[in-house]
């Protein structure tokens, strides 16, 4: 398997308001989504690629929805959730 490696901004590991795993799975899907803007991976994959709990990444990724981190658009019972990372957001500069 040829290396590869993930970009991480530097905003999201600098944020107090998301747990280690959050910030693990955000990384895997901003990685898989990187030619598409999208990721279709399940829950399962998500937890086989983190090495955590398939419980922990179900928690991680409601997090980052609730902080506006990625969007996610549920296609339907049986169908895996496409989700979109929206990247941190940048306030703007107070004057």
Request: net charge positive.
């Amino acid at each position: 398997m040829a290396d590869t490696f993930v970009k991480i901004p530097t905003e999201i590991l600098a944020r107090t308001d998301l747990t280690a795993a959050a910030k693990l799975v955000y990384a895997v899907l901003a990685d898989r989504a990187r030619d598409t803007g999208r990721s279709w991976a399940g829950t399962r994959r998500f937890s086989t690629d983190c090495g955590i709990s398939r419980s922990t990444v179900v928690d991680s990724l409601a997090l980052l929805e609730k902080l506006g981190l990625i969007d996610a658009e549920r296609r339907g019972v049986g169908k895996t959730t496409i989700y979109h990372p929206t990247g941190p957001k940048t306030s703007p500069e107070p004057d």
